[in-house]
DNA sequence: GTGACTGCAAATCATTTGCAGTTCG
DNA sequence: CGAACTGCAAATGATTTGCAGTCAC
């Protein structure tokens, strides 16, 4: 694998963000600072990246894909209303990891993927209800 | 909600299979005894009945969506090579399933959902490595 | 030099939607 | 009858891919 502007500026904004962005975002995000980057060119680096295994691509539900900068272990919270994504305080669950674990072992597993749905700040605060643009 | 053959025949074919297809794969099994079904028609139903809780629309990593008209609490396991959804047997999680649950209090969440990773009968046996088609 | 990579545009895939005609209650 | 529903075809949205030119090593 190159080393290459685009790449080297993906993955530096990837990880300096909090928000598990999607290729889109992303892209928005980059077109700040290089304007002449292309959606195809995120896409593929995002991809080829997490192949590596230097960044990650979350397995949620929604359409879009998000990507992950951290690779340490740890879950994640999804917004049912907005998709947005944020991370639960690594440790929280280890006792529970380590109790998946043992019973991947007799399921023939080797990962698996929990993830928690509760509301935003900012989607609880609009307590109009909430039937308007849910996702899932 | 009417109640229409279209509608019943959709039901009845996914409760009737363990496989937690796709809409596309529903659609396929349901033209052999009802060959004018459209491919809109499972779909606006499939989310019709799953917004009414008669089916459960599974998050799963994977681009196309599965249902299941098995709407008891059970998890599932995802075959990374092929995308195949088979069910961990009731039970087994219970008690992780309860130490979740409180912890859910503490994140304000509402609902989880646990996936496993492992490959199904069919793709470990292909050994031929296996770079092929992977999903996720 | 040449293989990996880029921007761009067109293609693909899953899902959704608009519409005109049907069916259910 | 009027609302809910259907088949069909066109539209949408996310992601992927082909291509011709460019850059890294």
Redesign the pocket.
């Known amino acids: ?7 080297e500026a ?1 993955l530096k904004e990837l990880r300096s963000v909090k928000s598990h962005p ?3 975002e992303l892209y928005t995000m980059l077109r700040v600072k ?1 304007p ?13 990246m997490s192949q590596a295994g230097i960044v990650r691509k979350l397995e949620t539900a929604g ?3 998000r990507f992950d900068g951290d690779l340490s272990e740890h879950h994640h919270v999804r917004c049912p209303v907005c998709g947005a994504v944020r991370d639960v305080s690594p440790g929280t669950f280890d006792r529970i990891d380590r109790e998946i674990r043992v019973l991947m072992r007799d399921l023939q597993c080797d990962s698996f993927y929990l993830e928690l749905s509760g509301k935003c700040r900012v989607c609880s605060r609009n307590k109009d209800q909430g039937g308007e643009n849910a996702e899932t």
């Open positions: 694998m190159n080393r290459t502007a685009q790449r993906i999607t290729a889109d290089m002449t980057i292309s959606l195809g060119t995120v896409y593929r680096n995002l991809e080829q359409k879009q894909k």
